[in-house]
């Protein structure tokens, strides 16, 4: 009897230090996939921008689209309740992690505008695209949702 009271007595001490340490590992995983994340979107739009010459508001210029899975939560991620993404010199991603602390990425680059300021992404995969423009200031990547694309003609 008292080799069964030692045993879980036991078993409950090594889960409650797996289990945070479990915890742990998987915010780490997600923080370590918004940084990812934040790279794909720098690196395609420093590619439009340095290889493509921008077009006027108003005509449709050259893009680029990236794909972003924003981790739902599984036993290797910890989940993401909302991601956003601001423009600027760069592109930065602010990521509220379901247990964690919010992660914020940000990743230097040519100037990007985000169509309405801020995107907010849920969890799940969402489609962006990039488009080459110029404006006042130089030219500009213009980050929006790729749904946002009219049908083509």
């Known amino acids: 009897m008292i080799r069964v009271v030692l045993t879980c007595l036991l078993a409950v001490a090594i889960a409650g230090v797996v289990f945070p340490a ?5 915010a780490d995983a997600t923080t ?3 940084g990812s994340m934040a790279d794909d979107i720098a ?15 108003g005509v449709a210029g050259a893009r680029r689209h990236v794909v972003l899975d924003v ?4 036993w290797r991620a910890a989940g993401v309740s ?12 602010s990521a509220d ?10 990743v230097g680059g040519p100037r990007i505008r985000v169509v309405g300021d801020r995107l907010v992404l ?4 969402h489609r962006l695209r990039l488009t080459l423009e110029a404006d006042a200031g130089g030219s500009v990547v213009v980050l929006a949702p790729a749904a946002a694309d009219p049908p083509a003609a």
């Not at 739009?45 to 290889?51: C, P, Q, R, S, Y």
């Not at 981790?71 to 599984?74: K, N, V």
């Not at 849920?122 to 995969?125: D, I, Q």
């Open 97 to 106: 992690i379901a247990a964690g602390p919010t992660v914020v990425r940000r």
């Open 22 to 26: 479990a915890d742990a590992a998987r």
């Open 122 to 125: 849920g969890p799940g995969e």
């Open 32 to 34: 370590v996939t918004i």
């Open 71 to 74: 981790p739902t939560g599984s």
């Open 43 to 57: 690196h395609a739009a420093t590619a439009l921008a340095t290889a493509e010459d921008p077009t006027p508001a």
């Open 82 to 93: 909302e991601l956003a993404v601001r423009g600027g010199d760069g592109v930065e991603l």
